[in-house]
């Protein structure tokens, strides 16, 4: 009996080392994105020079639209995982990118 829950609980730790791993990297891909865009020098002020009123409205602009869009109906739950999984993923790979540079270069 003990060898069967030997061969079971490889795959869990496994599968919780890479749950801890993901969530840690889009932890750090959310973070990284908003300091990159909220930065002295980020994409909003690159975006629209100092004028940071109109960047922060932009943004407003893109996060209400995309709550709306998400919100009308005739999207099965199925296609609404499918997109939070791209969105988790996509944080994920920002996150390893920011990581790596960091490493390489020493700052975001």
């Known amino acids: 009996m003990d060898h069967a829950k030997s061969?079971?609980?490889a795959p869990l730790v496994a599968q919780t080392l890479f749950g801890l791993a993901n969530s840690g990297l889009?932890?750090?891909?959310?973070?990284?994105?908003?300091?990159?865009?909220?930065?002295?020098?980020g994409w909003v002020v690159q975006a629209y020079g100092q004028s940071l009123?109109?960047?922060?409205?932009?943004?407003?602009?893109?996060?209400?639209?995309?709550?709306?869009?998400?919100?009308?109906?005739?999207w099965?739950?199925?296609?609404r995982a499918r997109i939070a999984d791209v969105v988790v993923y996509g944080f994920a790979a920002a996150g390893l990118l920011y990581l790596g540079k960091l490493l390489l270069s020493g700052s975001f």
């Open 53 to 74: 009123g109109l960047g922060a409205a932009l943004v407003a602009a893109l996060l209400g639209a995309a709550a709306l869009v998400w919100a009308l109906p005739g």
């Open 76 to 79: 099965t739950p199925g296609q």
């Open 7 to 9: 061969k079971v609980e």
């Open 26 to 41: 889009v932890l750090v891909g959310i973070s990284g994105s908003i300091y990159k865009l909220v930065a002295p020098e």
